[in-house]
């Protein structure tokens, strides 16, 4: 999904808190891109039922972020230097509590 198309969704949508719990959804960022971190920022701060947790440029960040802290939502890129998003998924879903992982990919092939 493109920047613009992630923006455009987000205003048409929203996601409401669980079943009786009147909590924020808490969502982790992780992806190796400042920018894609920055507009996933910028889409959860928009959403009074959302909370930025906090944004990781890597697995290894991510997995020690998730030591300290809960969230319900990981949006996890597949594709970073070093480990990627696919190679730490066991371990992060090991560590997230329960927490929902979506992969998320800006990778654009050319035909």
């Known amino acids: 999904m493109n920047v613009a198309a992630a923006l455009h969704a987000q205003e048409r949508t929203s996601v409401a ?21 920055s507009v996933f920022e910028r889409i959860i701060l928009r959403n009074n039922r959302l909370v930025f947790a906090g944004s ?3 697995v290894d960040e991510a997995l020690q972020f998730l030591a300290r802290q809960k969230v319900e939502i990981i949006l996890l890129d597949i ?3 070093g480990r990627n998003g696919l190679e730490g998924l066991p371990e992060i879903i090991a560590r ?5 992982v979506f992969i998320i990919s800006s990778h654009i092939e050319e035909q």
């Open 56 to 58: 990781c440029a890597s």
């Open 17 to 37: 808190p669980a079943s009786g719990c009147d909590q924020p959804v808490r969502i982790l960022v992780v992806d190796d891109s400042s920018v894609v971190r």
């Open 96 to 100: 997230s509590q329960g927490a929902a």
């Open 79 to 81: 594709e970073m230097p």
